[in-house]
T-cell receptor, first 114, second 118 residues
């Protein structure tokens, strides 16, 4: 029973390039959350998605960031024209549709912008 | 919206000692969940415990125990007989409100870095 999978685990991008982070939720989970962890800080919520729907994007920066969770395939967090301040660990979590069972996190993608 | 205060930034204890990690939260939601997560040096996040705001019964699970006091908005976490493998950053995180819409976005505190000295 595979857990939440994220790839790549490490991603290096130059300023101005695009970063695509992928998340495959646990089997049977239909809810996906993305969080960002800046160095030496706690995690901050970015976006909550269900299949083909963005439910809550209140934590997403207004520009350059987008997320999707298509009917088939992984959830994607996309960052366009990356800047040094985007360097962080990006975690994906999934949960089943029933509330209160907790979120299970992937190993994270460490993005470094040079 | 929620807010979490983990006043202890870093704690060091000698192996086998007991240690309690404090968490105070603020929320306007009348119903909510509370979670503890652990982040070891390898970086992944490990789910430890959840509680809902209806249930103030405290629990012991092996070496871990939790003390939820709704009246003081505290949700403290205790490790007894600590081990070196317990060294990690521990995060307290509320989520709410409890509803049919399923949004359980977590609000993380800044974490407490726990070091167990062998």
């Amino acid at each position: 029973n595979a857990g939440v999978m994220q790839n790549p685990r490490h991603l290096v991008r130059r300023r101005g390039q695009e970063a695509r982070l992928r998340c495959s939720p646990m089997k049977g989970h239909s809810h996906v959350y993305w969080y960002r962890q800046l160095p030496e800080e706690g995690l901050k919520f970015m976006v909550y998605l269900q299949k083909e729907n963005i439910i809550d994007e209140s934590g997403m920066p207004k520009e350059r960031f987008s997320a999707e969770f298509p009917k088939e395939g992984p959830s994607i967090l996309r960052i366009q024209q990356v800047v040094r301040g985007d360097s962080a660990a990006y975690f994906c979590a999934s949960s089943p549709s029933q509330q209160g069972l907790g979120q299970y996190f992937g190993p994270g993608t460490r993005l470094t912008v040079t | 919206a929620q807010k979490v205060t983990q006043a202890q930034t870093e704690i060091s204890v000698v192996e086998k000692e007991d240690v309690t990690l404090d968490c105070v939260y603020e929320t306007r939601d009348t119903t909510y969940y509370l979670f503890w997560y652990k982040q070891p040096p390898s970086g992944e996040l490990v789910f430890l415990i959840r509680r809902n705001s209806f249930d103030e019964q405290n629990e012991i699970s092996g070496r871990y125990s939790w003390n939820f006091q709704k009246s003081t908005s505290s949700f403290n976490f205790t490790i007894t007989a600590s081990q070196v493998v317990d060294s990690a950053v521990y995060f307290c995180a509320p989520a709410g409100p409890i509803s049919n819409f399923g949004n359980e976005k977590l609000t993380f505190g800044t974490g407490t870095r726990l070091t167990i000295i062998p």
